[in-house]
C-alpha cells in the first residue's frame, strides 16, 4: 500500500536476517497468474511464486516459503480503504467484493498500458521489474474515467435495465459487454485479489 511514511517494501526480515524482494508490478500479477493456474498444485504455486519475489532467498524448506509469500500477499493486498476490523459480516461481504473483479491485468494490459500512457505518459513497458507494485496500484486506482482500462470497467458494469425503454441502445451494450467479457467470468473463477486467503489455505496445507 502506498505511504509517505515509508518507502515501498523491498526487503523481508527472516529470523533477524534482512532478504531482498522484487515486488515489482509485472512480478505481481505475474504470481497472480501462478495461483489461478489450476494446473499447478499448491506446492508449485507456492515454490513459483516464491522464485518470482526472490532476488537473494535460498530457502528450501516449504513451509518457510510458503510463509514468506504468505506475508507478501497480505502486504500487496493492503488497501487504503474497506478494510473492516469490526465484524465478520463486513469482512465477509469485503471479500465477496473483492472477488468479483471488473478488470484482469493480462486480459485487460493493453488497454491499461494505453491508460498509462494517456493520463501519465508512463511507458509501462520502461518500467517491467522497476515500477514497485505499490507505485503501479496507486495509478492505477487512479486513473481517469475516459482513459481505455475504465471506459471497459463501465461497460462491463453497464445496468441494462438503464435501457428498457431503447432496446436499440440496449442491444448495443449488451453486445460490448459480450465482446469485452473477461475469461475468468466465462469460466466462473474467481479475482487474485483475494490471493492472501489463497495462500494461508495453502501454507496450511503444507506445514
Not at 531482498?20 to 498444485?41: C, P, Q, Y
Not at 502486504?75 to 484482469?104: M, R
Not at 508512463?122 to 507494485?133: A, F, S
Amino acid at each position: 500500500m502506498f505511504s509517505f511514511t515509508k518507502r515501498p517494501e523491498q526487503t523481508i526480515d527472516l529470523a533477524g536476517h534482512i532478504y531482498h524482494v522484487n515486488l515489482a508490478f509485472n512480478r505481481v500479477i505475474k504470481a497472480f497468474g501462478v495461483l489461478d493456474d489450476e494446473t499447478l498444485s499448491d506446492i508449485e504455486k507456492i515454490d513459483q511464486c516464491f522464485h518470482i519475489f526472490s532476488v537473494d532467498l535460498q530457502i528450501d524448506d516449504l513451509a518457510t516459503k510458503g510463509s514468506i509469500v504468505s506475508n507478501l500477499f497480505t502486504y500487496i493486498n493492503a488497501t487504503p480503504y474497506g478494510n473492516f476490523d469490526d465484524g465478520a459480516e463486513q469482512a465477509e461481504e469485503s471479500e465477496t467484493a473483492e472477488s468479483i473483479a471488473d478488470y484482469d491485468f493480462e486480459q485487460d494490459a493493453a488497454a491499461i498500458y494505453a491508460s498509462f500512457m494517456s493520463d501519465y505518459h508512463i511507458d509501462l513497458n520502461n518500467e517491467i521489474d522497476r515500477m514497485h507494485w505499490d507505485v503501479f496500484k496507486a495509478l492505477f486506482d487512479n486513473l481517469g474515467e475516459k482513459t481505455p482500462i475504465n471506459r471497459i470497467r463501465q461497460i462491463r458494469n453497464d445496468d441494462l435495465s438503464n435501457y428498457k425503454d431503447n432496446a436499440q441502445q440496449a442491444g448495443v451494450i449488451a453486445e460490448a459487454q459480450m465482446y469485452y467479457q473477461l475469461d475468468k467470468n466465462k469460466a466462473d473463477d474467481t479475482f487474485s485479489g483475494n490471493a492472501s486467503a489463497i495462500f494461508d489455505g495453502l501454507f496450511a496445507d503444507s506445514e
